[in-house]
Structures are given as structure tokens and as C-alpha cells.
């Protein structure tokens, strides 16, 4: 019913920024509640950051709160992840993730539509 295709990862220094992007195609993107969750090396997926429908609404890994926004335009279908001051710890494979079951959500067996995820390497 969706398609996600994301864009913008690569590899930075620490400190740097990267602005990952989110393509959405197949449905009424506004439905749905966007997210963006990651997994680094031989880890499970973790929660990154979320945004509600209506667009009002953000949630955030306290590892990234502070330094991660969460953005969307309706009007491109678009979800946007900001990375400012980047750390190693932050490498892995960015995945944008769409769910309708909640207004917002947190927990990643909440969504349910997943691009291929791009990945995000942060040299020390």
C-alpha cells in the first residue's frame, strides 16, 4: 500500500550533520504516522525518533533528544531526520517507518510499512 525510499545517509566525521530523507509513494501519506528507527551492528532495530499525523506531535530516543529532528511536508510525502552533532555511536542503517494504528508511535512493532533503510557511518 506504501512505499519508502530513503536517502541522504554516508559517512561523517564527529560533530557533523546529515539530513536523512524519506519518499513515500502508494497511499495518502497523511494517514499515517512517520517514523524513523535504526540498527547498528549486530543490534535489534531501536527507536529513533516519531512524528504524528498531523504533524504536530514528535518523540525521541533519549539518546538523540537534543540533537535529531523529526520533520514531514505533506505536500512532497515526505519525512525528514535532521542529525546535528553526530557521535560513532550514532552508526547504523537509518530505516524510515510509516504505522496507522497510533496517532504516534514509539515502539517499532507499531509500524508497519519500512523502506530499505540507508546507512549512516560516524568516524571518531
Known amino acids: 500500500q506504501v512505499q519508502l525510499v530513503e536517502s541522504g545517509g554516508g559517512l561523517v566525521q564527529a560533530g557533523g550533520s546529515l539530513r536523512l530523507s524519506c519518499a513515500a509513494s502508494?497511499?495518502?501519506?497523511?494517514?499515517?504516522?512517520g517514523g524513523w528507527v535504526r540498527q547498528a551492528p549486530g543490534k535489534g532495530r531501536e527507536f529513533v525518533a516519531a512524528?504524528?499525523?498531523?504533524?504536530?506531535?514528535?518523540r525521541y530516543a533519549d539518546s538523540v533528544k537534543g540533537r535529531f529532528t523529526i520533520s514531514r511536508d505533506d505536500a512532497k510525502n515526505t519525512v525528514f531526520l535532521q542529525m546535528n552533532n553526530l557521535e560513532p555511536e550514532d552508526t547504523a542503517v537509518y530505516y524510515c517507518a510509516l504505522q496507522r494504528l497510533l496517532p504516534i508511535a514509539t515502539m517499532t512493532s507499531n509500524y508497519n510499512y519500512w523502506g530499505q533503510g540507508t546507512q549512516v557511518t560516524v568516524s571518531s
Open positions: 512524528i504524528s499525523r498531523s504533524g504536530v506531535s514528535t
Open positions: 502508494g497511499s495518502t501519506f497523511s494517514s499515517y504516522g
